[in-house]
Each structure stands twice: as structure tokens, then as C-alpha cells.
């Protein structure tokens, strides 16, 4: 179903990204979540998360439980290392698209090495990336890379028209970009 802009610029939309740490010295990194009300922040929040540890799902359910929103992007499902959002277990928690947003096509098999070769419960975190359904693409800026993206909650095509419609700074969707800008300035 084509929907308007418009209509995707009303929402309330939630963008995930965690800061920058330093492996083997940090045991936290931050994440930030930004909700925003199609173009406009209204609310900022932050959790910190272990390092390659798993409370990441858990972390970003607490914050989105203060919030009404329609969707959540999450810039991937990897934060601080190898701590891994499950996008299908915050899908049924909130009965909410969540739409996974990478910059560069997702390498799952460099993904599935990298666990296998780093930690012993490996399998648990690969359950995550291998739950997520196809990698789709979308073109958002013409003469710019496509965004590469995986939805869970929704219809490709909805995820597609939500992508674009909430970009207007550069190629990467505002609630995205700006929990990035956040997170990486408070660390």
C-alpha cells in the first residue's frame, strides 16, 4: 500500500544507536534512543549497555516502555560489540514495526565467523541475525549508496516508504542519525 510522506511524518518514531567505547577498556557504552514526531525530537533517552554482553534488548525495552510510538529503527542489531537487540522479541513485546537500518550491505557470514571465532555462546547471539528475514534495499538519495534494511512487523514496501520519508539531512532516516549524533558526542 502507497502511502503518502506525509502520513509517515505524523508518526512517532523511535531511532536506537549506541557510542563509541574502547574494547577490552569500557565495560559500558551508552545507548541513546530518540523519539520523534515526523521531523521533530521529543524526547531523548539513554541506557548504558555492557560491552559484548546481552542486556541490550532488555535496555531498549525499558526505554521504549515510556513512550507512545508507531515504529522503531534500530541502527542494526550489534550495539557495543556484540550486544545484540532482538528486533522480533521487541516486535511482540510492543506489537510495533521494528525496521533494522545499515549503512553498508550486512555481511552475515563474516558476522557468523567473527561470534564463532570470539565467543563461547556464540549460537546465542547468532539466533538473532539468523531470525531476521531477507536484506532489502533502498535507494534514498539519488547519486548516494542505498540503505540496506530488514523489517520485522510490517510489509517490506512499508518499511521502504518509512525509511525515506524520514530522511532529510544526508542519506541515513533523522530518528538514525541523530541518536547517532547523540550517543557518539556523550561518549
Request: hydrophobic share 50%; net charge positive; charged share 25%.
Amino acid at each position: 500500500m502507497i502511502m503518502s510522506p506525509k502520513v509517515f511524518q505524523k508518526m512517532r518514531v523511535v531511532g536506537i544507536e549506541d557510542g563509541s567505547f574502547v574494547k577490552g577498556v569500557d565495560e559500558k557504552a551508552l545507548l541513546a534512543a530518540v523519539l520523534f514526531k515526523g521531523l521533530k525530537i521529543e524526547d531523548v533517552t539513554f541506557k548504558w549497555i555492557t560491552v559484548d554482553g546481552f542486556d541490550a534488548t532488555e535496555k531498549a525495552a525499558e526505554i521504549l516502555k515510556q513512550w507512545d510510538f508507531q515504529a522503531v529503527m534500530l541502527a542494526g542489531v550489534s550495539f557495543a560489540g556484540f550486544n545484540v537487540i532482538d528486533p522480533l522479541a521487541l516486535s511482540d513485546m510492543f506489537q510495533k514495526p521494528i525496521v533494522v537500518v545499515a549503512r553498508t550491505k550486512p555481511d552475515n557470514r563474516a558476522v557468523k565467523s567473527a561470534l564463532i571465532r570470539h565467543f563461547k555462546d556464540w549460537a546465542r547471539r547468532w539466533e538473532v541475525f539468523a531470525k531476521l528475514g531477507p536484506i532489502y534495499e533502498v535507494k534514498v538519495l539519488e547519486g548516494e549508496a542505498p540503505l540496506y534494511f530488514e523489517v520485522v512487523g510490517a510489509k517490506m514496501e512499508w518499511a521502504s516508504q518509512l525509511i525515506t520519508s524520514f530522511v532529510a539531512c544526508g542519506r541515513i532516516p533523522e530518528p538514525l542519525r541523530v541518536a547517532r549524533l547523540i550517543a557518539r558526542g556523550l561518549s
